[in-house]
């Protein structure tokens, strides 16, 4: 869908294990974000929030995607 400028989309993935206090390494989307932040915390057991912020000057419209993260857990 389309995001305006200075706003954000969220989605949040469950993904199984991942625990608050884990941290988020790196994430990815199967599409081009037109230049806007994209980002990714632990916000609660099971769950990972991904946060794509446009803040490029213009709305930008995305197809859906696909995100992958990777998360670690400190020993």
Known sequence: GSIADG???VDTIALTGVAL???VLGVS???DVADAAL???VTAANEVTVQLLNNTGSAVDLDSATYR???G???
């Open 29 to 31: 989307c199967s599409i």
């Open 39 to 41: 980002t990714a915390a």
């Open 69 to 71: 993260v990777v998360v």
């Open 21 to 23: 206090g884990d941290i």
């Open 7 to 9: 706003d954000e989309a």
């Open 73 to 75: 857990r400190l020993a």
